[in-house]
């Protein structure tokens, strides 16, 4: 009798990672209308205190009022497209002041003030607040949705939310942001993340701390667990997942690594690494997490920057995906198919 094998999907077509107008379209479709990580409370614990930062060619600063509310808004002044504050973190005096031209917005979003403006007929403040966005927080992690209609960020996570219920992910706190630019498109760097069937070849470190023979992948969309036995002696262990469209989550007994994959434009991607630790950590268990996670980082870029070099070179058009290693790649390119439409 015949055993039927699984299908080898195609992968999506190689112009897909090339083409300077399909990253605007997946700005707009993707990641303006999904949940994206944008900072931790921990880094904005006191009043009057902020992260901004730039998600996907959006600029968005995250701000603690005086009574403990946490707000989200495009850093964007309705003057002339001013910034209220430079990427980072830091603190206001109770009002977000535009670099440019000084006017200022109480953190409820409303214009205060607009500085030595003059009379003018039809100038109504009220219609000037700051663009707010939606922004809500799960165990201290905090996520914004530029979408108005979106629902809310627990039903986006369940899967996540369960699979983590048991871990203490509110003893770790914020430690630092470590940036890295590839050269390579934002799905290119995504699909190498989605899978471990390179690791072998690619992860010597990793390969020996791990069995990638018995790696494996479940997509409980749309976020996606990967999970391999360590071998004797690894320290390795915890949770690996990834949440669509650009987030990896990867907590160990130690520390916990959030991974934005960002693009910055259609053949750059920026990874934004967000440490986190507990307060009792000894500072050298810290430091060799974050030596490992870069050497990773690194042989990642190496490839990835590669593999983008040869789709830009017109050689290689579609390809096919192991039913085997392959299948959160399979569910990540139909998605995107679907959301470009």
């Given amino acids: 009798m015949n055993q039927i094998r699984p299908a080898a999907p195609e992968t999506l077509p190689a112009r897909l990672y090339r083409d300077p107008e399909l990253y605007q379209t997946e700005r707009r479709e993707i990641f303006a209308r999904s949940w994206l990580l944008i900072a931790h409370e921990s880094q904005i614990e006191s009043a009057n205190s902020y992260v901004a930062t730039n998600a996907a060619g959006f600029p968005i600063i995250v701000v603690r009022d005086k009574d403990g509310t ?122 190498n993340y989605l899978e471990g069937y390179h690791i072998p070849l690619v ?18 969309a749309p976020v996606i667990f990967h999970q391999a036995p360590p071998r004797d002696g690894s320290p390795v262990g915890g949770l690996w997942a990834w949440s669509w469209p650009c987030l990896g989550v990867n907590v160990y007994a130690d520390g916990i690594l959030m991974e934005r994959m960002w693009p910055v434009g259609h053949n750059l991607t920026r990874l934004d690494y967000l440490y986190f630790f507990p307060d009792d950590i000894e500072r050298a268990v810290m430091e060799r ?27 290689y058009e579609t390809g096919r995906l192991s039913p085997k290693h392959e299948q959160g790649v399979a569910w990540f390119q139909k998605e995107v198919l679907r959301a470009i439409g």
């Avoid at 996570?157 to 390579?184: G, M, S, Y």
């Avoid at 990793?206 to 790696?215: G, M, P, Q, T």
């Fill in 70 to 191: 946490i707000r989200a808004f495009h850093n964007v002044c309705r003057h002339r497209a001013g910034p209220l504050a430079d990427d980072g973190q830091g603190k206001c005096e109770g009002q977000l002041v535009c670099r440019y031209h000084g006017w200022r917005y109480a953190l409820d979003g409303r214009l205060a003030s607009a500085r030595d403006f003059g009379p003018a007929e039809g100038f109504d403040p009220r219609e000037y607040s700051l663009k707010g966005v939606k922004c809500e927080s799960w165990r201290g992690f905090i996520f914004i949705n530029m979408d108005e209609t979106a629902g809310p960020l627990s039903k986006f996570i369940a899967p996540l939310i369960a699979k983590t219920a048991h871990l203490p992910l509110e003893k770790f706190r914020f430690e630092r942001q470590t940036t890295h630019d590839i050269k390579c498109n934002w799905k290119t760097y995504v699909e």
């Fill in 203 to 220: 992860h010597p470190f990793l390969n020996s701390a791990v069995d990638a023979s018995k790696y494996e992948v479940d997509v409980s």
């Fill in 289 to 315: 997490s974050v030596a490992a996670s870069e050497i990773t980082t690194e042989e990642d870029r190496k490839i990835c920057e590669s593999v983008q070099r040869n789709l830009d070179a017109g050689i």
